[in-house]
């Protein structure tokens, strides 16, 4: 059974720095495409980063600059290390895990089948 376990949330002020991890089991992630995505309580669920399998990476616009994705295979695990915060980056956090489709498809919510229960971070002005 596939469990993806994210860490490393909390509260921090803004343009203060956190680090996120996703831990993997029950899969080799370096099989998958991984990603992390973002929801806002009543809000739809949106990409934040993706990176594939030789470890090219998709980064939405909003983020892009401040967050980075990485991979490492030999740990199965996901980060994503967050700076710069603003207080709109507060949302849940998930991690998941999906096939290889392209680069192209890295932001797409249905290329994941496999998803964390999240981490929340709170970043206060």
């Known amino acids: 059974q596939v469990q993806l376990a994210e860490s490393g949330g909390g509260s921090v002020q803004a343009v203060g720095s956190l680090n996120l991890s996703c831990s993997v089991s029950?899969?080799?992630?370096?099989?998958?495409?991984i990603a992390w995505f973002c929801r806002v309580s009543g809000k739809e669920r949106e990409a934040v980063a993706g990176?594939?399998?030789?470890?090219?990476?998709n980064t939405a616009e909003s983020v892009k600059g401040r967050f980075t994705i990485s991979r490492d295979n030999a740990k199965n695990t996901l980060y994503l290390r967050m700076s710069s915060l603003k207080p709109e980056d507060t949302a849940t956090y998930y991690c998941?895990?999906?096939?290889?489709?392209?680069?192209?498809?890295?932001?797409?919510?249905?290329?994941?089948?496999?998803w964390g229960q999240g981490t929340q971070v709170t970043v206060s002005s």
């Open positions: 998941a895990l999906g096939a290889n489709r392209g680069h192209g498809r890295l932001l797409k919510s249905e290329t994941y089948g496999h």
């Open positions: 029950g899969a080799v992630a370096s099989n998958y495409a």
């Open positions: 990176i594939d399998l030789i470890g090219g990476r």
